[in-house]
């Protein structure tokens, strides 16, 4: 089926960086999502995107619907160990089957404090 | 804390069993999930059921049985299943099906299951 392109696969960094990560596409959507999953627990919804240039945060957390709307991209600022885990984005599309949403492989975060 | 809730949290169980898989939301959503998670992938959909009744089943095999009892519960019905189907088995509901802002999905913690 159809996937996100995300990147970084992975990131060690140190404690107080900021990180950046981000999904691309060659469909256009309609949805953007972030998603973080700690170990053993179910993925917790971050920001939620609905508009092409839209800019949203949460916290340290920035996210970006992008212009073109084929590409996402998430911002950590100031990172600290408990942002450990695995960073999903998914996506809507515009056009056809819009229920489903569409994953990205996602981002493994280590923070070495 | 989730507002979905699954269990058992942790299920063992032979290829000969069955069990089933439960989860309850009090949200007042309509629209409910069954995803499978490999590890370090991302989730899978199985089926989904909106306004009680089965809105998707994406071709799951059928040792795998969904049901929807009522609008707050989902279960899971499991029998004869392959070592193979082994995952992280997530819950998940939304305000409903298709429209944007309506369609964030809030997932329950999920549960582990191990066939032997």
């Known amino acids: 089926g159809q996937q996100l392109n995300q990147s970084p696969q992975s990131m060690f960094i140190q404690e107080g960086e900021d990180v950046s990560m981000n999904c691309t596409s060659s469909?256009?959507?309609?949805?953007w999502l972030w998603y973080k999953q700690d170990p053993g627990e179910g993925p917790v919804l971050l920001i939620a995107?609905?508009?092409a240039g839209e800019l949203t945060s949460n916290g340290r957390l920035t996210a970006q619907f992008g212009i073109t709307r084929k590409d996402s991209f998430l911002n950590i600022s100031a990172s600290i160990p408990s942002d450990v885990g695995i960073y999903f984005c998914?996506?809507?599309?515009?056009?056809?089957?819009?229920?489903?949403?569409?994953w990205g492989l996602g981002t493994s975060l280590a923070v070495n404090p | 804390d989730t507002e979905v809730t699954q269990t058992p949290k942790h299920l063992v169980m032979g290829m000969t069993n069955k069990k089933s898989l439960k989860c309850e939301q009090h949200?007042?959503?309509?629209?409910m999930y069954w995803y499978k998670q490999k590890a370090k992938k991302p989730p899978e959909l199985m089926f989904v059921y909106s306004y009680e009744k089965l809105s998707i089943n994406e071709s799951v095999p059928s040792r795998f049985s969904p049901e929807c009892p009522n609008s707050s519960l989902l279960n899971l019905h499991l029998h004869a299943l392959q070592p193979e189907d082994s995952a992280l088995y997530l819950c998940a509901s939304s305000e409903a099906l298709q429209f944007a802002n309506t369609g964030e999905l809030f997932f329950g913690e999920g549960s582990r299951l191990t066939v032997l």
């Open positions: 998914a996506g809507r599309l515009q056009a056809g089957n819009n229920r489903k949403l569409i």
């Open positions: 949200m007042g959503h309509r629209a």
């Open positions: 995107l609905y508009k």
């Open positions: 469909s256009i959507f309609n949805t």
